[in-house]
Each structure stands twice: as structure tokens, then as C-alpha cells.
């Protein structure tokens, strides 16, 4: 285990907490991602790993020493951590070479230029080594910080929005870009975002933060597939919920039918399913035990659809593919292709 955060608590002014009790453990060669709604308390916490906050409760060790705790704060830059922020933060009358060049204080002067080089090369930074940030595009200058945020060689990385001011296209392939260096590097990584795309496609494991606690850890597939409470089904993308009493079975009652559960269940449930395992026939080859609807919206996007469905006045999301084709008003049946998942 590389970082481990115990129960870590942190209140501002007024004594109301906004990290209530959080932990996790990030692995080796890791991504992490803490996933959440904006002001859920994703930034206070990175800032407690980083020193720049001190924590009320709890502990954060890296290799086993403890670098925060109630009567420990290491400064941060004595943590071997480093930072990515969301403004990228470099010097702008340094060029990038110098801004990499200008953490390096382990190393002799005459070698601090040569290793900042290489780390820039690393990065696909070589060519644009002696510009200024205003020089550089919203995608370069984020490589530059990486780049100095890498270079001392830290075994853990934290990334605050990382991505947040570039526009959609380089967003994605600077993300990419930036999980195969980390990768490379051997490094481990925490990214704080509110974007569940971006957390999905660039961590190996996500921890799924609302109001100051973690309500899921997993991996992508676990928290998008087997959500465990309401907030992260509806926060991980968009879902269709059901309630009902069930007696001690893995079928449930809901007005599209009957629905098979992921897991028995005895007593009051909520069990979620993803637009993308249901689909729609025509009533006539339906199977039986399936309610009749009738599409009352539809988003054709190209590469799948979205149809709205009420049913018994209930209205349901479906995603097909494109080869599905229905119009407003059309009678239709619902039909799962998936269990629902039992939440807590
Ligand atoms: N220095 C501070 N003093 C007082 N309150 C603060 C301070 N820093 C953060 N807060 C409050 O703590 C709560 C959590 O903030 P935090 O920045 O950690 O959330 P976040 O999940 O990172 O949100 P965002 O995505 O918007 O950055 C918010 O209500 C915020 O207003």
C-alpha cells in the first residue's frame, strides 16, 4: 500500500464539517479518482494529503510514515508528493524548461537543466522547451506542469481538475496522454473531478464522494455497473429507479412488469437500471408480464437513441442503438436485458 488515508475530518469556520470521517488506500502504479459533486469536500481532502490543509481528525501515511495526523504536519514539500492544479500554476516569466528545471533541488545545479529536459521530452514537451507558458497552448502548458510535477520523481501525484480548462477535444486526448506517462513513470496518481466521464475513462479505481463522505469505492465497471446507494446510480449517469416490497425473492413488481434483481431481497427495496439495459418492442412480440407504453420523446444521436416511455404514468429512459426506431406516440413494451441492482 502506498497512501493511506484514515478517517481524515476536517470543519472551517463554524465547526460544520465538510469532511466528515473519510478513507481509502491507493495502491502502487494506481490511479484514483475521487469523484463527486462540486463543494462534496473533494478538494479539501486532496489538500489534507498534500499538507497545504492540516486535518482535525484522522491520518495520512505515504510508505508507512505518517505525514498527518492531529499532532504531525509534515510541510508539503517535504511530503514527495506533487501537484497538478487547474490552473496549472507555472511561473510565466520562466520558460518551461526552467519551470521543470526549478523543483529539482535534489540535484546539482549543472544537471538540473539536462534531467528537466529529458522529463519535457517525456512529456512531448522537448520541442517547446525555451517558451514561456503564454507561449503555449491550454494543453501544453498542462504537460509542462506535469512535467514539473513528475520530474523530482515523486511516487504520487495528485491532480485537482487537471483537465477542467481545456476544451473537449484536448481534453481527452491530454487525459489519455497524461495516464500513459503516470503509467509509465510507475507513479500513482489522485485526481479530483466532478466529471464521472473523465473519472471512468482515467482511473483504475473511483471513490464516489457526496456531502463529506464516500458513498462507493470500486472500480469504473463496479460503481457504474453495481452501484451501491441512490446518489451514486443517479451520479454515475442516468438511471431508471423503482421501489417496492418484495417477500423474500429476486423478482420485484414495477409498472413495466416484473423485474428480475441482482440478489434476493426481503422487505422494502430501491434497485436501479441503466436506460442502457432496457429496450423496446412492439407490443405484439413482447413476452408476457410486460406493460404496454408509449414513447413520448426520443433524442436521436447518431450512434444510439434515447426514447422516453411512460407507462401507467410513469415515465422511463431507454438508450438503443441506432437500429431501433420507433416515433413519438408509438405503443411499445419494455423489456430488460439486464437484472436491476438492488441499492442499500
Ligand atoms: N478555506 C475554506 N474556508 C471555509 N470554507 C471552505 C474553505 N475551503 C473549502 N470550504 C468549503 O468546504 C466545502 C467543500 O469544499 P471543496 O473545495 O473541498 O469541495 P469540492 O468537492 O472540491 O468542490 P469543487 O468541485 O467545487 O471544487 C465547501 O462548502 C466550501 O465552501
Known sequence: MLLEVRNIEKSFEKGVPVVKGVSFSVHENEIFALLGPSGCGKTTTLRMISGFER???????????????????????????GFVFQDYALFPHMSALDNVAFGLTDLPKFKRRVFAEEVLCRTGMGDYKDRNPAEL???????????????????????????????????DTTRKEVRSILKRAGMSAILVTHDQEEALSF????????????????????????????????????TNLFEADVENSDMID???????????????????????????????????????GVIVGREFKGHDITYYVECSGERYIVHTDNRILFEPDDEVVVKPLEPAVVLD
Open 137 to 171: 497552448s491550454g494543453g501544453q502548458q498542462q504537460r509542462v506542469a506535469l512535467a514539473r510535477a513528475i520530474a523530482p520523481e515523486p511516487k504520487l501525484v495528485l491532480l485537482d481538475e487537471p483537465f477542467s480548462n481545456l476544451d473537449a477535444m484536448l481534453r
Open 55 to 81: 486535518l482535525d481528525r484522522g491520518e495520512v501515511k505515504l510508505d508507512g510514515i505518517t505525514l498527518s495526523s492531529e499532532n504531525t504536519q509534515v510541510a508539503p514539500q517535504k511530503r514527495g508528493i
Open 203 to 238: 482511473a483504475d479505481r473511483i471513490a464516489v464522494m457526496n456531502d463529506g463522505k464516500i458513498e462507493q469505492i470500486g472500480t469504473p465497471e463496479e460503481v457504474y455497473y453495481k452501484p451501491k446507494t441512490k446518489f451514486v446510480a443517479q451520479f454515475l449517469g442516468r
Open 254 to 292: 414495477t409498472k413495466l412488469g416484473s423485474l428480475r434483481l441482482n440478489c434476493r431481497a426481503n422487505g422494502p427495496v430501491v434497485c436501479s437500471i441503466r436506460p442502457e439495459h432496457l429496450t423496446i418492442e412492439k407490443p405484439n412480440g413482447a413476452a408476457e408480464g410486460c406493460s404496454k
